[in-house]
C-alpha cells in the first residue's frame, strides 16, 4: 500500500513515519510512503502556497495550483485515477476504526495536509474524494491527521503486527473499547492482576477479556453499543459484568 501525504513540512511526516510499527512495514516494504510539498510545485520568487481569503478575515488560504500540481504528480508517480484523495479537516468523516479498516483496501491514498486557514475549497471540490477528520477540534495542520491515518491503516495490513497482536482486530473487539491489560510484578502495591489472567486457561482468559471490553465499553462509551449487535453470549458477559459491579 502507497502513502502520499501533501505537506508543507515533509520532514515532519518522515521523521514521524520512520519509527514503530509505520517504520517496520516502510522498511520491510508493506508500506511505501512518499511526501510532495505544494511550495515545490510554485511558479513565482517567492514560493508562494497562500494568499489572503476573498471577504476578508483572519489568516491565509492555501492557493488550488500549487496543491493540484503536487497531487497530480503523486498520482503520476503513483496508481493514477485509481489514487484515493482525501483532504483533512475537522469538516470531514470522523476517522474511525471501520474508516480506517475499509482503508485497507486502498491502493494508494493521497492525503491533503492543509495549514493556514484552510485550503481553496474548489481545491476540495474537484480533486478530493473524501474529507476526513480526527475529531471535532481545530490542530494547526493536517499532517498529525495524516500520519494517525498512516500509522492506523499500515497495523492493518498483513505481515506488519506480529501474529501474536493480530488477534487484536479480532472481530469480537471491533467496535469495544479494548480490555485492561497487565505485566509483570503480579503484585504492586496490594494491587494485584486478576486471578484469571494467570491461571493459563486461554477460553476463561478470552471470556474474560471480552467481558471487560464490554463492560467498559457500556460503562464509558454506551453510544458504541448501540452500532453493535451482541450475541447471546455478549450480552450475557455484559449482564455478568454489570451485575459484579453492584
Ligand atoms: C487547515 N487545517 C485546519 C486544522 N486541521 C484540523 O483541525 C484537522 N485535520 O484533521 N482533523 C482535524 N480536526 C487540519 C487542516
Redesign the pocket.
Known amino acids: 500500500m502507497r502513502f502520499d501525504v501533501i505537506t508543507l513540512f515533509p520532514e515532519m511526516v518522515k521523521a514521524a513515519s520512520r519509527y514503530g510499527v509505520t517504520g517496520k512495514a516502510i522498511d520491510n516494504g508493506v508500506v511505501r510512503l512518499e511526501t510532495w510539498n505544494p511550495r515545490d510545485y510554485t511558479h513565482d520568487k517567492h514560493r508562494t502556497v497562500d494568499d489572503r481569503p476573498y471577504g476578508g478575515g483572519p489568516g491565509m488560504v492555501?492557493k488550488y495550483q500549487p496543491l493540484f500540481d503536487a497531487v497530480s504528480e503523486a498520482k503520476e508517480n503513483g496508481f493514477g485515477d485509481r489514487a484515493k484523495v482525501v483532504?483533512?479537516?475537522?469538516q470531514?468523516r470522523p476517522?474511525t476504526q471501520s474508516l480506517l479498516n475499509e482503508s485497507v483496501h486502498c491502493e494508494q491514498l493521497i492525503l491533503v495536509?492543509?495549514?493556514?486557514?484552510?485550503?481553496d475549497e474548489r481545491f476540495i471540490e474537484t480533486v478530493c474524494d473524501e474529507e476526513?477528520?480526527?475529531?471535532?477540534?481545530?490542530?494547526?495542520?493536517?499532517e498529525?491527521?495524516?500520519l494517525i491515518v498512516v500509522d492506523g491503516v499500515s497495523r492493518l495490513l498483513p505481515g506488519v503486527l506480529g501474529d501474536e497482536n493480530s488477534a487484536l482486530q479480532d472481530s469480537h473487539m471491533d467496535g469495544l473499547l479494548d480490555y485492561p491489560h497487565f505485566t509483570r510484578p503480579e503484585n504492586i502495591e496490594g494491587r494485584v492482576v486478576p486471578e484469571v489472567l494467570l491461571s493459563g486457561n486461554h477460553a476463561d482468559i478470552e471470556r474474560w477479556r471480552l467481558k471487560q471490553a464490554l463492560g467498559r465499553t457500556w460503562q464509558r462509551r454506551p453510544e458504541l453499543l448501540k452500532n453493535k449487535q451482541l450475541s447471546d453470549v455478549e450480552y450475557e458477559l455484559l449482564q455478568e459484568f454489570i451485575v459484579e459491579l453492584v
Open positions: 492555501m483532504y483533512l479537516s475537522p470531514g476517522i495536509a492543509g495549514r493556514y486557514e484552510g485550503i476526513w477528520s480526527l475529531g471535532d477540534y481545530v490542530i494547526s495542520g493536517g498529525l491527521a495524516a
